[in-house]
């Protein structure tokens, strides 16, 4: 059953990996150019961001995503509190807009994250912005 639930999440995360690299990655200004914000994206999911491999150092943030009604949102990442932790905090600000079942975060610069929403769960493969290490995110839904 664990491996199941492993297998599962693994393909959840390959697809949005697959996913944000279609994304391009041109800069442009921050503007809702497709997509909704519909209602049911906005509220605050707190969670974490953890490198995909355990290396002799790793990234272990807590993530807190704040979606405003009208797409503005904040993200931000304190250190978690394992030992050869390398990521750093940051603050991200942008606009949220749904584009089928991903949820993308558009930076001021016009870089992208995207995560796949299943229910009250964000889940997503990224790049840590500071560190450069590969990590899991993982947000769920507190209000």
């Known amino acids: 059953m664990l491996i199941r639930g492993i297998r599962i999440a693994m393909v959840i995360i390959m697809t949005g990996t697959l996913t944000a690299c279609a994304t391009p990655s041109y800069k442009a200004p921050v503007e809702r150019t497709s997509g909704s914000t519909a209602p049911g994206i906005h509220g605050i999911w707190e969670g974490s961001s953890e490198s995909t491999s355990s290396a002799l150092y790793y990234v272990d943030l807590r993530l807190r995503l704040q979606i405003y009604d009208d797409g503005a ?63 899991i995110d993982r947000l769920d839904r507190i209000s």
């Open 73 to 135: 949102y904040v993200l931000s990442a304190t250190p978690g509190s394992r030992g050869n932790n390398v990521g750093k905090p940051f603050i991200e600000i942008g606009q949220a807009y749904e584009r089928g079942r991903d949820l993308v975060l558009r930076t001021e610069d016009g870089s992208t994250r995207v995560l796949r929403r299943s229910g009250d769960t964000l889940y997503g493969m990224a790049e840590d912005p500071l560190s450069g290490r590969s990590v």
